[in-house]
């Protein structure tokens, strides 16, 4: 056994579990900051509320002093039934009113109008209505799709979008966002109970490190006492024959002589016997404790074992994007960095494609959000099969992809983007019979100089929406 060996392999294992206790620290943050945000929304949209009815303001009160307190769901979600229920008995009294009415009795704007904006002259409420209801649909569905789930909960987000799909105008979302906060909730907590594992799983390590190090020092005194004991026997022995030289020069008489001999031989056998029992002893005792100690390093490389192959599980899936399979905005902002560290040193040209599809939205309306999704499956197969070893392709969000190219030139760079670009206008793509047209527009941009992330981004970004309108299925390159 070479302890530095397994000192080395406790180390790297260390640094691999905190490694992943960082990324489970990122990603709490980003469920505080998710957490957050749609705290702040619920607010807002309690605010714009305001003024439509006494019983209904008070409850909106209520509801911005839960969310200002940090209150948890449970609270909240007592609010928002009672809300609900107000809204309902409002709902009813208008529709009554309106139909005893004989003209319009109050032009005051709604909800949906105070929030998104527009007048009683520029459409008719019901289309603004279905607009804001297409708007928070999308909004919400993106927001799933940036969650990273485990496997036990990756069905939950189905059906959360069905019940999103469902929403017509004129729906309430309280039980969609309900949902939505409860698998925030969850994963939250998940993520929690992750951490607690791997941080007792860092306690039981070092406590198990400290012992192998006290049976090493066992060890170690096992030598130490061994080579004393040796030393005092040799000390013994060489005294005993000093002594029966010292008798021989003395003696005078052949039987005495003999007696002497044979009594310093007898106390050096002795002595040998009792240094042999002593070396047993303590190779038995040092024996045992290696044994031992070989025993619970198998147990502890095996936990280890199990418990790298769940962080490797575990950061895969925190790193890919479960729709499409290929990574995710987290894995790219990672590789992003790391690669801008790498530009900076070498210099070599780093080009940043951003792809988006083409009448998204009209195809989500038109075939459904299922067909959207093949969709987004089909060019992400795409573009991450026409990638080399060397660059990375990711789905930053929505409809949009990333793509990094490693030193090529932006001419070289716009060649191979128009290839990607035709090559998914040409894959046949059927939805119930019905052909789909996919096309993509895509803005390229070289990284330059002192240029920042934001800066760089932002040019093939604008390169994007040249592409856009210049009639879109075209690439353009920031110059």
């Avoid at 900076?344 to 959000?369: A, C, E, S, Y």
Wanted: proline letters at 2%.
């Amino acid at each position: 056994m070479d302890p530095d060996n397994d000192s080395g392999q406790s180390a790297e294992w260390k640094k691999k579990y905190f490694e992943q206790l960082e990324l489970y620290e990122r990603q709490e943050k980003e469920w505080r900051e998710l957490d957050q945000l749609l705290r702040k929304a619920v607010s807002r949209l309690a605010l714009a509320a305001d003024g439509l009815d006494k019983a209904l303001d008070e409850q909106l009160r209520d509801l911005r002093a839960a969310v200002r307190d940090q209150e948890d769901t449970a609270r909240l979600r007592s609010c928002i039934d009672r809300m609900s229920r107000t809204l309902v008995r409002l709902d009813q009294r208008q529709g009554e009113e309106k139909r005893k009415a004989t003209t319009p009795a109050d032009d005051r704007p709604g909800l949906l109008r105070r929030l998104f904006g527009g007048s009683g002259t520029d459409r008719p409420e019901a289309q603004a209505s279905g607009d804001a209801t297409d708007h928070i649909r999308e909004i919400l569905i993106r927001l799933l799709e940036r969650l990273s789930l485990p496997d036990d909960l990756s069905p939950a987000p189905s059906a959360v979008r069905e019940r999103i799909e469902a929403v017509r105008s004129g729906d309430s979302w309280d039980g969609v966002l309900e949902q939505i906060s409860d698998l925030v909730q969850a994963i939250r907590s998940r993520t929690q109970k992750e951490k607690r594992g791997i941080e007792d799983f860092l306690v039981q390590l070092t406590e198990r490190l400290q012992e192998v190090d006290r049976q090493l020092q066992g060890s170690e005194k096992y030598y130490d006492d061994s080579h004393a004991s040796g030393g005092e026997l040799g000390s013994a022995v060489k005294k005993e024959m000093d002594d029966i030289g010292d008798s021989m020069r003395r003696a005078t008489d052949l039987q005495q002589l003999k007696q002497v001999v044979e009594s310093r031989i007898n106390s050096v056998l002795e002595r040998m016997d009792r240094f042999r029992e002593a070396e047993q002893r303590r190779y038995d005792e040092a024996k045992q404790q290696i044994a031992t100690m070989k025993e619970r390093l198998r147990g502890l490389e095996g936990e280890a074992d199990q418990l790298r192959s769940q962080v490797s599980e575990e950061r895969s899936q925190a790193v890919t994007d479960p729709l499409t399979g290929i990574p995710n905005r987290l894995a790219w902002e990672e590789r992003l960095e790391q690669e801008l560290v790498r530009y900076r040193r070498f210099g070599m040209p780093l080009v940043l494609m951003v792809w988006d599809i083409d009448h998204f939205k009209q195809i989500n309306d038109r075939f459904g959000h299922k067909a959207g999704d093949r969709v987004l499956r089909t060019i992400a197969r795409t573009l991450a099969g026409g990638v080399r070893q060397t660059d990375f392709v990711a789905r930053y969000g929505g409809e949009e992809f990333v793509q990094l190219m490693v030193g090529s030139s932006l001419d070289d760079c716009l060649m191979a983007a128009n290839k990607l670009r035709e090559k998914i206008e040409q894959t046949g793509f059927h939805f119930r019979d019905q052909a789909v047209t996919i096309t993509t527009s895509c803005g390229l941009a070289e990284l330059g100089g002192e240029e920042s992330a934001g800066e760089w981004f932002e040019r093939a970004d604008k390169a994007l929406y040249r592409a856009k309108k210049a009639g879109r299925n075209r690439c353009e390159a920031a110059r």
